[in-house]
């Protein structure tokens, strides 16, 4: 069994940050994915960012620039740095993790686990 548990959410004003954690635990193996994905009102669930187990990154171009995304092995640890946040940014986003590093990173189907989700909410 694993768990996911996501932190950090809330509202900002556009232009400002949040930063969103999330603590995995059970059999998450160092040598998984992990990832953030992101539901916005009326929007399919989309990836955001991911990192695999020696800290490389991919991100999705709306937020490449503002967005960092870092996991703390050691810990069981994600984390989402957000910067620069734009009301199209409002969602709630998800901390998941793909087993298996799928290629298909901003794919929701690419993950097995998924986190309950925290709201972000940016106003203009």
């Known amino acids: 069994q694993v768990q996911l548990v996501e932190s950090g959410g809330g509202s900002v004003q556009s232009g400002g940050s949040l930063s969103l954690s999330c603590a995995a635990s059970?059999?998450?193996?160092?040598?998984?994915?992990m990832g953030w994905l992101r539901q916005g009102p009326g929007k399919e669930r989309e990836g955001v960012a991911a990192i695999d187990s020696s800290g490389s990154t991919n991100y999705a171009d709306s937020v490449k620039g503002r967005f960092t995304i870092s996991r703390d092995n050691a810990k069981n640890m994600l984390y989402l740095q957000m910067n620069s946040l734009k009301p199209e940014d409002t969602a709630v986003y998800y901390c998941?993790?793909?087993?298996?590093?799928?290629?298909?990173?901003?794919?929701?189907?690419?993950?097995?686990?998924w986190g309950q989700g925290t709201q972000v909410t940016v106003s203009s």
């Open positions: 998941a993790v793909d087993l298996y590093c799928s290629a298909s990173w901003w794919a929701p189907l690419a993950y097995n686990y």
């Open positions: 059970g059999d998450i193996y160092a040598s998984s994915c």
